[in-house]
Every structure is written in C-alpha cells, then in structure tokens.
C-alpha cells in the first residue's frame, strides 16, 4: 500500500529540496559551542536553506512567497557571517554582537532579546511554510496541506507577537509582564520551528515536494481512466 511517498534510492535522496531545507533549519537552530565558537555555523544552514528553497521552486510556479524566502535566508546568511566576524573581533566578550553596532551610532539592539536576524528567521520560515503548504495543495494532498497551514497559523500567532513586543521593549515601552509573555511565545516559536523541521524531513519524499522537472507526469490516455475509476476494471 502507498503512502504518498516517493520509493527512494541515493539520487532521489540528493533531489529532495525539502530535505535539504530541514537540515538547513536544524543546523541554523542547533548550537553546538566551544567557548563561544560554534561547530555548526548558521550560515552554512541558511545557505542550505536558501539551495532547497530554489530547488523546490525549480520548474513550478510556487507563488511570490518562493523568492522571499530565498532572499531571507541569505539575509541570514549574511547576518550570520557578521555576527561570526564580529565575535572574533570581539573574542566572544559580548553576549549580542549586534549591540557593537548599533552602539556606535548611539543604539544598542540589546542582547539576546531582540535582533535583526531573528526577523530574518522569522520572515524564512513564515514564507516557507507557506510555500510548502501551497504545492501540497495543488499536489492535491490535503493532509499534509492542513498540516502546514496549522504550523504556519500557530507561527505567526506567536513569533510575530513575541517580536513585536521585545521591539516595544526596547523602545521603552515594555513592561515586566511583556517580557514574561515575550518569552513564552518565543519558547513556543522554537517549539513550532521544530516541528516545521521535523514535518519537512517527514514529507521530503511526497511527490509534490520534489523538485519540479522530477515531479512524475500525470497518467493520460486508459491508464488514468482506470485509475480514477479503479470500479470499471471489474465492471
């Protein structure tokens, strides 16, 4: 009996893009630290993220949420490599080195409480699954639609809120309430971003998320007749 999924061998594993996208996504979230180095650079998992994202999008029209995706986890990317750069200048001393920055011209960004690559993250993975969500409905898999639709909706309804008021925050304009809910809904942000990764690795082998040029042809001619219809076979 099928599952939706694709049989898999080593060249259909290199092709499946959503794969690569969670892995990108687990490495970006994954700290593995020295001292203040880490092991798994995040730059190299929005790098992924950005070759999966393109890669899904290959020969289909997935919508304008493709390309935002892809342009914010380079935005990330790039974020990364400086936060890195900055941490060696540095020598790990500053819990945000964001705040080097922004210090200089009279603003600090403060800490871990608010940065401009959390929007980024924020932005990719909103997008992302909202990408995703819309090939597997025009792949005709409900399920796995109202899946992604449901991480997206619980996504939105907690990152976006939490960012917002850490921003308010830093304004000024914050309370200690505020940062007591700010850190539920980011702890609830990470629990979600976990299983927008574990859902892309479990539905990294559904036809619709191959790439486009590897996505089957439909069935013409008897053939599809009788599978629409599998009664006319015994008729």
């Known amino acids: 009996m ?3 999924t694709v049989p898999g061998s080593r060249a259909a594993a290199a092709g499946r893009p959503l794969r690569l996208v969670a892995w990108g996504l ?8 020295v001292g203040w180095f880490d092991l798994l650079p995040d730059v190299v998992g929005w790098l992924l993220v950005a070759v999966g994202v393109r890669r899904l999008a290959a020969g289909r029209a997935p919508g304008p949420g493709a390309p935002v995706a892809y342009v914010a986890a380079l935005v990330a990317a790039v974020l990364s490599v400086v936060d890195l750069g900055l941490r060696v ?3 790990g001393a500053r819990s945000d080195a964001w705040s080097f920055v922004a210090g200089s011209g009279g603003f600090a960004l403060g800490g871990e409480v608010f940065s401009l690559h959390a929007v980024a993250t924020v932005l990719a993975v909103l997008t992302l699954t909202g990408v ?4 597997a409905e025009r792949g005709g898999d409900d399920v796995a ?3 992604w ?3 997206r ?3 939105v309804c907690t990152a976006l809120p939490g960012l917002a008021i850490c921003l308010l925050m830093l304004l000024g304009l914050g309370s200690a309430a505020g940062l007591v809910l700010s850190s539920v809904l980011v702890i609830v942000g990470y629990v979600v971003y976990a299983l927008v ?3 892309a690795f479990r539905d990294s082998r559904r036809p619709w998320a191959l790439p486009g040029d590897a996505v089957p042809p439909p069935v013409d001619g008897p053939d599809a007749t009788a599978a629409a219809d599998p009664a006319s076979i015994t008729a």
Do not use: C, E, K, P
């Open 149 to 151: 639709m449901r991480l």
């Open 132 to 135: 995703v969500a819309g090939l």
């Open 89 to 91: 200048l540095t020598d």
């Open 2 to 4: 099928s599952d939706g």
């Open 145 to 147: 639609t109202r899946r």
């Open 26 to 33: 687990l490495v970006a979230f994954v700290d593995l630290r």
């Open 197 to 199: 990764v574990l859902r």
């Open 153 to 155: 909706l619980v996504y």
